[in-house]
């Protein structure tokens, strides 16, 4: 605890400033945390000792977030969307994350970072990149990648929750098919509620469901994935196929991802009190912000730099990919 608590006092620190910035400016704390976290790593503000704790919070924080999240999501709820609903929900996920992954090796993106990327675009953003990088990286070597699909997915989420307001009009959307479109389009919760509330109150609550109808399918998304990878017996080492070295076994589902569908499966029943929902929605924003931190701080920005230019268009090809295939299921399933 003692080689923790340097790196966790950053952490907490931060999260509590991060938490505070979206009452006064339209901004997530998550993006507030990992930009710090990632400016204090680069200005060379973070001391060694503080690694270790910033490190735990990056993968424990981060998936005990995941958990709480299957709170926030109730089954009936999106079964109310209809057939329509989900069927533009289910076909929209599949054609993000097979065209994201198809185009990943085309761009020269690794192959361990094209699947977190493909997964937080497809899915819900830094809770799915979390989940999925506890299958393609089982050992915890490849944080920097996990960092980079973060900024990422938090970057092109920022640039969708501006520009699909605006085109709304433009596509001649009603307000519920508005909320439709961003709530199978934009990356993060967050990010979905402030593209929503900017449409109307009706596309929000629309919004809202149907990004949580996305977060159901993390569970799996991430299960066959890692169903694919054991059958192929190992991660390859640095992400590259073909490498022969060996690696850890990934698991089928890690144990945080079955204790998100256990979370869905309470909140489903209807059974838990409303005061409950709103105590675990501010704890899960906080465990997810102070990951955040974490995984800021593992951010090299100078490699990012050298690096980092394929892996961004393979976000922005991913984010148009996502926008499109859902527009174009709404508009021709009216």
């Not at 409303?274 to 701080?297: E, N, P």
Request: hydrophobic share 60%.
């Amino acid at each position: 605890m003692r080689r923790l608590l340097p790196g966790l006092l950053v952490a907490a620190l931060v999260t509590a400033v991060a938490l505070l910035v979206p009452r006064v400016l339209t901004v997530s704390a998550l993006v507030v945390a990992i930009a710090v976290g990632a400016v204090l790593r680069n200005v060379g503000a973070l001391p060694e000792a503080t690694r270790p704790g910033l490190a735990w919070a990056a993968r424990r924080l981060l998936r005990a977030g995941v958990v709480l999240l299957g709170l926030q999501l109730s089954l009936p709820a999106v079964a109310d969307l209809g057939v329509r609903g989900v069927v533009v929900i289910v076909v929209s996920v599949a054609v993000t994350f097979a065209a994201t992954v198809l185009l990943g090796p085309v761009l020269g993106v690794s192959r361990r970072l094209t699947l977190l990327v493909a997964t937080g675009f497809s899915i819900c953003g830094a809770a799915a990149v979390a989940a999925m990088s506890a299958v393609v990286d089982p050992d915890g070597e490849a944080e920097e990648d996990t960092a980079t699909a973060v900024a990422l997915v938090t970057l092109f989420g920022t640039v969708a929750l501006v520009a699909l307001p605006l085109l709304v009009g433009a596509l001649g959307l009603s307000d519920d098919d508005a909320g439709l479109w961003i709530g199978a389009s934009v990356h993060e919760v967050a990010q979905v509620v402030a593209a929503g509330g900017a449409v109307s109150a009706a596309a929000l609550a629309v919004a809202t469901v149907t990004k949580l109808g996305r977060v159901v399918l993390l569970a799996p998304l991430v299960a066959g994935v890692g169903a694919v990878l054991r059958a192929r017996s190992a991660v390859p080492a640095g992400g590259q196929v073909g490498t022969g070295a060996p690696a850890s076994r990934p698991p089928l589902v890690p144990l945080f991802v079955l204790g998100f569908l256990a979370a869905v499966a309470l909140r489903s029943t209807g059974l838990v009190p409303d005061v409950v929902l709103d105590v675990a929605s501010q704890v899960t924003t906080a465990l997810l912000t102070a990951a955040m931190v974490g995984l800021g701080a593992g951010v090299d920005l100078r490699r990012l730099l050298r690096t980092g230019g394929r892996a961004a268009v393979l976000g922005a090809a991913s984010t148009v990919v996502a926008a499109s295939a859902s527009a174009a299921l709404i508009l021709a399933m009216p």
